[in-house]
Each structure stands twice: as C-alpha cells, then as structure tokens.
C-alpha cells in the first residue's frame, strides 16, 4: 500500500494513478486518510453485471451524464434507460415546475 498526501495528488494525478495500478493508494490529508484509490481493470469491470452497477449508480449520484454511463455499462442509450427505468431512477431531473418553465420557453422560441 503506499500513502500519498492530497497536494502531492493535486500537482501530479497521474502518477497516483499509476501507482494504483500496482497497489492500493491512500490519500492523505495532512496526517489522516481521506480517501483510497483502487484500479479497476477489465477483468473487474467484465464480471457479470459490475459495469451496469457502477454506471447506474453514477448517473443516479450526478457523477455522469446519460450518455457516459450508458458507455460505462457498456449498453445502448436506449437500453440503459430501460435499466434505469425499471430500476426505478428517474432520468431526467427536476420538478413539475421546471417543466412548465421549459415547456413556456420552447413556446417563445418557436413562436
């Protein structure tokens, strides 16, 4: 395992990244543990359902959009959102109100 303080992240991610390849990294914010960087290699994101979880659960958090998590699961835009639906995460965000603001906007400009 090998230890590596947040400034040190800051000035050189990629070297962090690559030496997550080879071990675990813990990121170090002064004298405590703040984070631990793991690599994912195919072999992990292969497994029977990893990539989809990862992915749905990304675009569920506003880590990534649609599109990207779709490409992460490794399925079409169209299926992944079959999978969200049934999995009962909304695909698109936002209230009653926000889209009766967009649809009065879409209103003015094709008018």
């Known amino acids: 395992m090998h230890a590596v303080q947040v400034r040190e992240l800051k000035n050189n991610p990629s070297q ?4 997550a390849e080879l071990e675990m990294v813990v990121v170090m914010n002064r004298d405590s543990p703040t984070a631990l960087l793991l690599n994912f290699d195919e ?3 292969n497994k ?3 990539s989809v ?3 749905t659960a990304l675009f ?4 990534l959009s649609l599109a990207r998590a779709a490409k992460v699961a490794g399925l079409p835009m169209v299926n992944f959102m079959q999978h969200l639906s049934r999995s009962g995460i909304p ?3 936002g209230t009653a ?3 009766e603001k967009d649809m009065e906007t879409l209103e003015t400009w094709l008018k």
């Open 43 to 45: 072999s992990m994101l």
């Open 53 to 55: 979880a990862l992915a």
């Open 97 to 99: 109100a926000d889209a």
């Open 60 to 63: 569920r958090d506003g880590g």
């Open 91 to 93: 695909i698109v965000q």
């Open 16 to 19: 962090a990244l690559r030496k």
């Open 48 to 50: 029977a359902g990893v």
